[in-house]
């Protein structure tokens, strides 16, 4: 999925390798351990991310359980730098949306707005996962993490922040941590890499007993068989029915015909099983 995801966006002149910020999906590592916390924590079946970009990680929590729904808030401003120039989340959410319909939302805007206003609007919806992974200044990533505690379960949440080497960002993470907004139970950078993230949930009565052991999280776990509406190619053709403007390469892109594949959900990978 990640690499139909990468072709997808290449035939729309969005190159992941060399025109885009740094993206999940340059942390296969990362990817895995985002998958693991939704199949460890089946009862957490919504997933409310900051920081949406070019949609690898909502792509891999929707494939890691078949009842996973993913909120996304991101500025929608980024853009490849180099050729089309193009702003690249709402086209990510095109693929992450047609390959999972119905379970994948792009709310673009300041979060700083979005976020409460989706909160107070959405009542009594919220989140079971949430994950931080959005602008790095000190004050952004403050009001981030204040804003997203208003969409948080009540009583069983996991809460991570990303980006943690970023100086701004781990402050922001310290000052919940002193004022008792949050309550860290264990950092798993050794599992992100180079990456770095913290993992946390919000203060609550009965804290989560899947937290308290993390070294047992690493078992085998069921995998669920489940029928997905998938891209099977991204490719070119001579004339576009997708787009307004064709590149300037006069590359096209094709969304092949929807075919129904059954995917194995596995803790370490998505396998095609036909």
Known sequence: LTK??????LCWGIDLTRYIEGHS?????????????????????????????AGHSALAFLAAGPRTQVVSFDLGTNRAFKGSGQTYSARAEDFVSGVFPGRSFLII???????????????PFRCDLILVDGEHSYEQALDDLQNMKLLAQSQENIVMLDDLAHEGVNKAWKTHLELGTLTEHFAVDQIFQSSGCYATDLVVT????????????????????VVLDIFVGVGWMEKNVFAETP????????????????????????AVTT
Do not use: W
Not at 4 to 9: A, E, N
Not at 25 to 50: D, H, W
Not at 109 to 123: I, L, M
Not at 247 to 270: E, F, H, M, W
């Open 4 to 9: 139909l995801l990468s072709d997808y966006l």
């Open 25 to 53: 999906g340059q942390y296969p590592e990362k990817i895995k351990a985002f998958q693991r916390l939704v199949q460890e924590n089946q009862s957490m079946s919504t997933v409310c991310e900051i920081g949406f970009n």
């Open 109 to 123: 805007g300041n979060s700083s707005y979005t976020v409460p206003t989706f909160a107070e609007f959405s009542h």
């Open 206 to 225: 009965e804290p989560n007993p899947l937290l308290e052991h993390p070294q047992e999280a690493q078992g085998n776990f069921s995998k669920d068989a």
């Open 247 to 270: 590149n300037s390469i006069d590359q096209r892109c094709l969304a092949q015909p929807l075919v129904q594949k059954t995917l194995g959900l596995g803790s370490y990978n998505i």
